[in-house]
């Protein structure tokens, strides 16, 4: 098995282990652990739970480090052919490491409420490999998604993004950043999403923001915040109070800034969350929040009272 396919599983035992605590509370006091670590003891605990999987996993990059892949979710009845609103996840890690995994119950949710979405995989430190290797393969993504549309059943004129954490950046660089290009790719085929779904995203990537000393040679191109234009797509922005590596201060820049581009940004700050409360703690009110915009913007039906 490759180290690859080693670090997938052991993401989907920790979610596992995530989702049957949930709402206890009980995987927060354990989330620092390493998730190697994690992984073992649910190993030798022999976790048994329903089993969260895609529909399909489809290859969409080779690159020098492997096959990258899109982990989809369909919904009910759906066909190729279809135009069916979609949206691609980009996993959190810190551009480090993680794996598709990450957005699997958001995008099992969002299948089942009528969009199509869509997992990603990238590559990371973890196969050798620099931050503008994340973003380059998150506008691969979002090019093989769009250009593939009629198969996938999906309406490329309604594709969104979005991701959590490093995750968030990716997405948010789909949107804004002009460079960082697969050479040899299509650019006349959109890596913009129609719009942005994130979650806790380092998004300021400047001398005082998260990942400087990584990017400091190319920032000023790298950084979402420091590329916003009108062409950037309506956002909805989830963040804790108490995060440790986003200022709330660097959201409401963001968003003031779209607003003086007059474009459409939610901010929603809940109040003393730390980093990556959207899966754990505020998971249903943020997966809520995430529902209510799509269906704000025609991405989603009205829900059934």
């Known amino acids: 098995m490759k180290r690859k396919e080693w670090i997938v599983a052991g ?14 509370g009980f995987f927060k006091g354990v989330f620092g652990v390493k998730k190697k670590v994690i992984a073992a003891v649910l190993v030798s605990a022999g ?13 969409y990059k080779e690159t020098p480090q492997g096959s990258m892949t899109l982990h989809v979710f369909n919904p009910p009845n759906h066909t190729a052919g279809d135009k069916t609103p979609g949206i691609v996840f980009f996993f959190g890690g810190g551009w480090k490491g993680g794996a598709p995994t990450h957005f699997y119950p958001q995008s099992r949710f969002l ?7 869509i ?35 999906v309406d490329p004129d309604m594709l969104a993004a979005g ?23 299509d650019l006349s085929v959109s890596c913009r999403p129609d ?14 923001g998260y990942g400087y000393d990584r990017v400091s040679g190319y920032w000023k191109d790298f950084s979402p915040l420091h590329n916003l234009m009108p062409d950037v797509p309506p956002t909805l922005i989830q963040l804790g109070t108490r995060d440790q590596l986003i200022p709330v ?8 800034r779209m607003g003086e581009l007059g474009v459409r940004c939610d901010l929603l700050l809940y109040e ?25 913007l025609d991405y989603l039906p009205e829900r059934n009272k």
Not at 163 to 185: C, I, P, Q, R, Y
């Open 11 to 24: 993401w989907n035992l920790l979610f596992c282990f995530e989702m049957s605590f949930m709402l206890t």
């Open 47 to 59: 976790c048994v739970m329903a089993e969260v999987a895609p529909d399909e996993v489809i290859e």
């Open 111 to 117: 299948a089942s409420r009528g969009m199509v979405a």
């Open 119 to 153: 997992c990603a995989d990238y590559r990371t430190a973890e196969d050798g490999t620099s931050p503008q290797e994340c973003v380059k393969d998150g506008k691969s993504a979002m090019r093989w998604v769009r250009s593939h549309a009629e198969e996938l059943g």
């Open 163 to 185: 991701g959590g954490s490093a995750g968030g950046h990716v997405a948010a660089a789909t949107a804004t950043l002009d460079g960082f290009n697969e050479e040899g790719e």
């Open 195 to 208: 719009a942005l779904v994130l979650f806790n995203p380092v998004f300021d990537n400047g001398p005082d």
């Open 249 to 256: 201060a660097t959201a409401e820049a963001y968003k003031a």
């Open 272 to 296: 003393g969350q730390e980093h990556g409360f959207f899966n754990t703690a505020k998971y249903e009110e943020t997966l809520r929040a995430a529902d209510e915009f799509l269906m704000s």
